[in-house]
């Protein structure tokens, strides 16, 4: 966003840096509010027994919870901190794949078909999906993966090595930060047969077993992959499937995507965005 800038020149000063700042606040005053509601929740039932009570933990919790080895919690910058990560990464990923998926569906209208069956067979008479229906949608779950192997929301991202390690002859030295490309992992001829072919079934568990598993990172990978990878394929199935039950999708020619559109902002966008049309299904 404030690529160009001079290195001393305060961005505060820019419309673009005012914007920022200002989104800054409201998100950190969001994150405030929902820490301070939930420490009155737990000071109201019973504070530390009931969260230790509780079957299932979510994110707040958690960093509420946590103590290090000398017993001391987190400062309330430091929970701040992780709840806005939460909310930024969680949400502006999801909504990329979520896009990109219903992209690549209305490039191939066999699929599109083959996912509203198994959705209008899944929902049956029902208006809203239960937990238990999101795992009846398992070719829609193949398209989503295919889709984000084809746009992974995070097209690239960076670790810190925590020892040396040698790469292509090279001695790489411990604490090196280096770049990790998702993006051309996801479409290395060497790793995918026919990378730039869109095929779900590369997703299957048969399919899955002959290849390594760290050669499709949309989440990342190993211990520091996205915590949130569980409940955000479980977003992204609801959204494609709630669409799916209501709306035929299909994409103007001017409107296609090319290499040139890509826009790795963070997340990987287009210059312009996605425009696709939708036509109300009938059911009978």
Not at 52 to 69: F, P, S, T
Not at 119 to 127: A, L, R
Not at 169 to 174: D, F, I, Y
């Amino acid at each position: 966003m404030f690529l160009g800038l001079h290195p001393g020149l305060d961005i505060q000063v820019t419309n673009d840096g005012r914007k920022f700042y200002r989104n800054c606040a409201v998100t950190h005053r969001k994150a405030e509010e929902i820490i301070r509601n939930r420490r009155k929740a737990l000071q109201d039932n019973g504070k530390e027994d009931n969260l230790r009570r509780k079957k299932h933990l979510d994110m707040v919790d958690i960093v509420l919870a946590a103590k290090d080895e000398d017993g001391n919690g987190l400062t309330d910058e430091e929970i701040r901190a992780e709840v806005v990560t939460f909310l930024a990464a969680g949400q502006d990923t999801v909504a990329a794949g979520i896009s990109w998926t219903l992209y690549n569906l209305t490039l191939y209208p066999e699929h599109q078909k083959k996912c509203q069956e198994e959705v209008d067979e899944v929902f049956g008479d029902k208006e809203e999906l239960e937990w238990d229906d999101l795992l009846q949608l398992k070719y829609v779950t193949l398209v989503i993966k295919e889709s984000m192997r084809l746009y992974p929301p995070f097209p690239m991202f960076s670790r810190s090595l925590d020892k040396s390690y040698e790469i292509a002859g090279k001695l790489v030295p411990q604490g090196t930060w280096i770049m990790i490309n998702a993006y051309a992992l996801h479409h290395n001829p060497h790793v995918w047969k026919d990378p730039e072919t869109f095929d779900p079934l590369r997703f299957t568990v048969e399919s899955k077993e002959e290849r390594s598993p760290y050669a499709y990172i949309p989440f990342s990978a190993g211990p520091r992959n996205c915590i949130g990878m569980n409940f955000a394929m479980a977003e992204m199935k609801v959204a494609v499937a709630m669409i799916l039950r209501r709306f035929k999708l299909s994409i103007n020619k001017e409107n296609l995507v090319t290499s040139n559109d890509l826009f790795p902002e963070i997340m990987l966008r287009t210059k312009t965005g996605i425009r696709l049309n939708l036509m109300p299904r009938l059911h009978t």
